[in-house]
């Protein structure tokens, strides 16, 4: 059974740093893309910034480019959202998506698939101003 849990969630200042980390079981993390999402009260559910198995190839959202980084350890069987400089628009519950790699995805098509995929229950960043 495939589980993904998130942590590392809480209420930070603007301008603070949090870590954001999504712990996989059921399933090795080398032939999955994998995403962050959030999802703020009243508004969809929107890709954040993906990441393609070869980890090189990485996708981020206009709006977070430059101020946060994807990664992962496949030993680990782990990923991580390293988000800097937050902003109380940043405030959102957080979810990661692993999707298995297929010819015809990419980093940016798996960050516009809201449904489908393994999701976590998601963890919650609230930014203060």
């Known amino acids: 059974q495939v589980q993904l849990v998130e942590s590392g969630g809480g209420l930070v200042q603007s301008g603070g740093s949090l870590r954001l980390s999504c712990a996989a079981s059921?399933?090795?993390?080398?032939?999955?893309?994998i995403g962050w999402f959030r999802q703020a009260p009243g508004k969809e559910r929107e890709g954040v910034s993906c990441?393609?198995?070869?980890?090189?190839?990485?996708y981020y959202t206009d709006s977070v480019k430059g101020r946060f980084t994807v990664s992962r350890d496949n030993a680990k069987n782990t990923v991580y959202l390293q988000m800097n400089s937050l902003k109380p628009e940043d405030t959102a519950v957080y979810y990661c998506?692993?999707?298995?790699?297929?010819?015809?995805?990419?980093?940016?098509?798996?960050?516009?698939?809201?449904?489908?995929?393994?999701w976590g229950q998601g963890t919650q960043v609230t930014v203060s101003s």
């Open positions: 059921g399933l090795t993390l080398d032939y999955y893309y």
């Open positions: 990441i393609g198995d070869n980890d090189a190839i990485t």
């Open positions: 998506q692993l999707r298995r790699r297929v010819d015809s995805l990419t980093t940016q098509r798996m960050c516009a698939m809201t449904i489908g995929g393994y």
